[in-house]
Each structure stands twice: as C-alpha cells, then as structure tokens.
C-alpha cells in the first residue's frame, strides 16, 4: 500500500512568509508525528496526534508553530513569520496507534525541505 | 533525561566484512530501541526494533541488534556488508510518553 506522503517536498520562502507543509499519513494510521531534522542531525520530535487531537506537542519550539490534523487523517504543519533558523526537512510519521503506542513502528514520509532565505 | 548516542560519525567498512553501528542510551524505565536507515532524498525506513524478550533482534535486509541492558547498548551489526548499505543509520529510543529521541546518526560506507 501506500507510503507516508509529504508536500511538497520542497519550499523556499522569505523571511517573515507564511508556510503549511502536509502530509498524508498510511491509510488507517490514528498515530501521527512530525519531527525537524537540521543538517547533520537526527529528527527532533515536535508534536504528536492521536486522531484529531494533539496529544503532545511538547515539541513545539514557539508559538509560530502550529499544526492540526482536523479529521484525523492528514495534518498541516503551519509556520508563521518565518526565519532563516526554521530552514530544515521537515519529516512526518505514522503508525497504527491503535494498541501500545510505545511499541509502535513510525514509519516516515520522504520529508519537506524548507529553505527560508 | 532520554537519549541515545551514537559515537562514530562515519563507519568504513570492506565489503563482505562484517559491520557494527554503536549506540548507547539512557532511558527511565524499559527501553524500546529501535534502528532507522536513511538513503539520500528519502525518508527513515525502519530496520528493526526491541520491545522485550530475545536480546538479539533480526530486522530487514539482515540486518540485526544486540540489546545489553548492562552496557545500555543496542548495536547494529551484519555479518557481511554490501556497497548497497551504505547510508546514514539513526537509532531511537522511545520514552514513557510517544517521543522519539534519535541519535545523531552514523554514516556508513561500504567501500567495494
């Protein structure tokens, strides 16, 4: 079946533009992440839905950031006033969540590369 | 706190030789390890994971972990390598909540 998708896969913007970044989770999944990856890093977690709900978005660096997953099936990562420091991939994850989250496999989309100039 | 670290940047390995990725975590309570591969232009793919039991993992294109709860490692290993693994390998640990903490990564180069 198919992947994680992500769009688009890539996004240049301006300082200060606004930007949505979305993804398509795997058909089914009620689990979903998105995570930022800086060059020469691993993916660091920003928030996390189960169905409609953000069940931690402890990850969140401020309050430009945003993201909604309004019927539970695909999630829209929204930033505000962007900066240069938020150019980054951008990746998104599912995973069934259904039963013992902890245990689930996240499986990744391709992620979105955003270059703020 | 959680974390995991991975201490080699990049691993050089001949191929046909057997490889090993290192990491090593920190975690409150029982870990749950898990080892992502990335190609270049593409997303995490999942390799394997330890949830409980056998302290050796067998995950895809096989590759395999070893848990050692003294050591607090979880490495990666092949018994031969291809040029074809070479990539950028991430491993995770999950805490009591949902997050993910990655490791910096670990370049891999399987040198023909």
């Known amino acids: 079946g198919a992947g994680v998708s992500q769009t688009p896969s890539n996004k240049v913007t301006e300082k200060g533009k606004y930007v949505e970044l979305r993804c398509d989770p795997i058909?089914?999944?009620?689990?979903l992440y998105w995570y930022r990856q800086s060059l020469g890093q691993g993916p660091e977690f920003l928030i996390y839905?189960?169905?409609?709900?953000?069940?931690?978005d402890s990850g969140l660096p401020n309050d430009r950031f945003f993201a909604v997953r309004p019927e539970g099936s695909v999630s829209t990562l929204k930033i505000q006033r962007t900066e240069r420091g938020d150019s980054a991939v951008y990746l998104c994850a599912s995973s069934p969540g259904a039963v013992g989250p902890r245990t689930d496999t996240q499986y990744f989309g391709p992620g979105t590369r955003l270059t703020v100039l | 706190a959680q974390s995991v670290a991975q201490p080699e940047d990049q691993v050089n390995v001949a191929e046909g030789n057997p490889l090993t990725v290192k990491c090593t975590y920190s975690?409150?309570?029982?870990?749950?390890l898990f080892w992502y591969v990335q190609y270049p232009n593409r997303g995490l793919q999942f390799l394997l994971k330890?949830?409980?039991?056998?302290?050796l993992v067998k995950g895809s294109y096989g590759f395999e972990a070893e848990f050692n709860k003294s050591q607090t490692s979880f490495h990666l290993k092949k018994p031969s390598a291809l040029v074809s693994d070479s990539a950028l390998y991430f491993c995770?640990?999950?805490?009591?909540?949902?997050?993910?903490?990655f490791g910096t990564g670990t370049s891999l180069t399987v040198i023909p």
């Open positions: 995770a640990v999950r805490d009591y909540g949902n997050q993910f903490y």
């Open positions: 330890y949830i409980t039991g056998d302290n």
């Open positions: 058909s089914g999944h009620t689990a």
């Open positions: 839905f189960q169905g409609t709900g953000a069940a931690d």
């Open positions: 975690v409150s309570g029982n870990p749950y």
